[in-house]
Nanobody, 123 residues
Framework: QWQLVESGGGLVQPGGSLRLSCVASGFNLSYYAIGWFRQAPGKEREGVSCISSRSGNTDYVDSVKGRFTISRDNARNTVYLQMNSLKPEDTANYYC????????????????WGQGTQVTVSS
C-alpha cells in the first residue's frame, strides 16, 4: 500500500522526448497533488513540476517551462510528465511524490515518494 512507482526513464539524445509515468497503488491518486522532483549526480534534489488534485492546475520551475508538461489520468491512477526538447542538464533521477496541495516544492510536505526513474540525455 501507499506506493508510487515511476517508469519511462531511459537514454535519449538531446532534443528528444520521454514520457514519465507515476502510478499509485494502495491509495487514490485523484485525492492528491503530485509533484515531480529530480536529482542529478552531485546535486540536491529539486522540484520540477506539480499538478493539483481537483483543479488540475499545473506548475513548472523556470528551467523546464515550455518543454515539460504534467498531466493526470485519474481513471488510471497515473500522473505523467511529458518531457520534450531534452537537454543534457535534464539528466537526473526523477521522482514523483504525493501531497495534499501544490504549494511549492518543500519536500517535507510530500507524503509518499517513488523510488525514481533515471533519465539520461546524451549524444
Amino acid at each position: 500500500q501507499w506506493q508510487l512507482v515511476e517508469s519511462g526513464g531511459g537514454l535519449v539524445q538531446p532534443g528528444g522526448s520521454l514520457r514519465l509515468s507515476c502510478v499509485a497503488s494502495g491509495f487514490n491518486l485523484s485525492y492528491y497533488a503530485i509533484g515531480w522532483f529530480r536529482q542529478a549526480p552531485g546535486k540536491e534534489r529539486e522540484g520540477v513540476s506539480c499538478i493539483s488534485s481537483r483543479s488540475g492546475n499545473t506548475d513548472y520551475v523556470d528551467s523546464v517551462k515550455g518543454r515539460f508538461t504534467i498531466s493526470r489520468d485519474n481513471a488510471r491512477n497515473t500522473v505523467y510528465l511529458q518531457m520534450n526538447s531534452l537537454k543534457p542538464e535534464d539528466t537526473a533521477n526523477y521522482y514523483c511524490a504525493a501531497t495534499a496541495y501544490c504549494s511549492g516544492y518543500v519536500q517535507s510536505v510530500y507524503d509518499y515518494w517513488g523510488q525514481g526513474t533515471q533519465v539520461t540525455v546524451s549524444s
